[in-house]
């Protein structure tokens, strides 16, 4: 499986910005799609998450704020930002949870910077 994020980029306090991460490859056995954040210095933190069916997740720090979604026909995922902060300033990457029916895999995008600025 390989993911491409991308859609980062500079924007106002306030401002909305939508990542897309598109997934290519054995996709079949994609269980579910998740982005996370990393602030400077600091690990990985989850943001959201969908599932292979149709239930998300949010970090408590995005509800309300961020939406993901997805088009199955383009084997996309997409991470609405609405309202961002500057503190939601950070390098964010999607990460796929794929499954081989024994085990659980993770999958890595490259990271796409989200810089919330005046």
């Known amino acids: 499986v390989q993911l491409q994020a991308s859609g980062g980029g500079l924007v106002q306090p306030g401002g909305s910005l939508r990542l897309s991460c598109a997934a290519s490859?054995?996709?079949?056995?994609?269980?579910?799609i998740e982005w996370y954040r990393r602030f400077p210095g600091k690990q990985r933190d989850f943001v959201a998450g969908i599932s292979s069916g149709i239930s998300t997740k949010y970090a408590d720090s995005v509800k309300a704020r961020f939406t993901i979604s997805r088009d199955d026909d383009k084997n996309t995922v997409y991470l609405q930002m609405n309202s961002l902060k500057p503190e939601d300033t950070a390098v964010y990457y999607c990460n796929a949870k794929v499954s081989d029916g024994l085990r659980v895999f993770d999958y890595w995008g490259q990271g796409t910077q989200v810089t919330v600025s005046s």
């Open positions: 490859g054995s996709t079949l056995g994609i269980n579910a």
